[in-house]
């Protein structure tokens, strides 16, 4: 039955996403590993394809259960191999969800409103099988941004039939949820940009507790969640509007631990969009839980997409273009 798991076929090739993050035996070892886990589970894998394990549910059930390895290679790829096991077995574990809770809290909103939370994920998660009916907004053009219940510790996305008693509509959902994300301890690192260097955590930038840290004297911040830093720039108003320059800012979403705030106060804040945008990219491609590259102007409390083009100057570039109600603030400044 999962004979299409012996080495050199297809399936067990590195898919070319992961080629920087692992090596071909390395991947094979991880797999090996998976098969390990839903053989003792009771849960039998039918494939991986697309960065994906699809198994049949628990106990051999009709029920196909998506498993994606995008954020398990990266955690692979970062500890030692004697831990991988296990780190292994814990990502899958959290994966898990008892859904009886659910039954007891989609009845009453009092009690379950504290659970709300949301994660940002990539748009092609709602081109996944029950992708369309996930309680999602988007926030950041090119993202979903996802209503989850956070509780025991792990994450079940919220789909319409299960807060139809609630009687809450999308928008408040999601204020809630937002509160409860304001609540969670958010850290800042401030960013020098000047020279170019800082990868997020070492060169270039100073981490500190929230409140306390020296807000002239950087260039750019990063909040810092292990969840949530992501989210948690829809909290800029709230909770970090030192970072709101007079004409908005420039903001991230590399990752679901980052989130990157750059004020813009004049034009010529602009020239530190590209040292930006080398951390963003490396977060992006060297953290768990990557979203998206891209960056976005913040402005009176929208998110727009500042769009790409190959550059008219340097071959093999890419430009950004500012959108054009910033031109316009611009011009008339």
């Known amino acids: 039955m999962f004979n299409f798991f012996k080495k050199n076929t297809p399936t067990r090739k590195v898919p070319d996403d992961y080629k920087h993050l692992v090596s071909q035996a390395d991947y094979e070892a991880m797999l090996d590993i998976i098969m390990q886990y839903f053989k003792e589970k009771g849960e039998p894998v039918l494939k991986v394809e697309n960065g994906y394990v699809i198994t049949n549910g628990e106990g051999g059930t009709d029920v196909q259960h998506h498993y994606g390895l995008d954020n398990l290679v990266r955690l692979v790829a970062a500890v030692p191999r004697a831990d991988r096991e296990s780190v292994i077995y814990a990502h899958f574990n959290k994966a898990y969800y008892d859904m009886r809770p659910l039954e007891y809290f989609k009845k009453d909103y009092e009690a379950a409103k504290q659970y709300l939370k949301i994660l940002i994920k990539p748009a092609a998660i709602l081109k996944q099988p029950g992708g369309n009916n996930v309680v999602h907004k988007i926030i ?12 025991d510790n792990k994450f079940a996305y919220l789909y319409h039939e299960m807060i139809q008693e609630w009687g809450k509509t999308i928008d408040e959902l999601f204020a809630e949820a937002l509160d409860n994300i304001s609540n969670e301890e958010i850290n800042w690192i ?102 998206t590259a891209d960056l976005y102007w913040y402005y009176e409390e929208q998110f727009h997409l500042m769009e790409e083009t190959q550059s008219a100057d340097k071959e093999g570039y890419l430009a950004i273009t500012l959108p054009q109600p910033l031109i316009q603030l611009l011009k008339e400044a």
């Not at 020098?192 to 409140?211: I, P, V």
């Not at 990752?255 to 969009?273: L, N, Q, T």
């Open 140 to 151: 950041f053009p090119g993202t979903c941004s996802v209503l989850v219940f956070d509780y």
């Open 190 to 291: 401030g960013l020098n940009l000047k020279t170019g260097e800082g990868d997020g955590e070492e060169e270039g930038s100073e981490e500190t507790e929230e409140g306390t840290l020296d807000v002239e004297k950087q260039d750019a911040f990063l909040f810092v969640n292990p969840d949530f830093g992501a989210p948690a720039v829809c909290l800029m108003e709230q909770k970090a509007s030192f970072a709101i320059g007079r004409f908005g800012s420039i903001v991230a979403i590399p990752c679901k631990r980052y989130g990157v705030m750059m004020p813009i106060k004049d034009g010529g804040d602009f020239e530190r969009v590209s040292p930006l945008s080398i951390i963003v990219a490396k977060l992006f491609n060297g953290q768990p839980g990557n979203i």
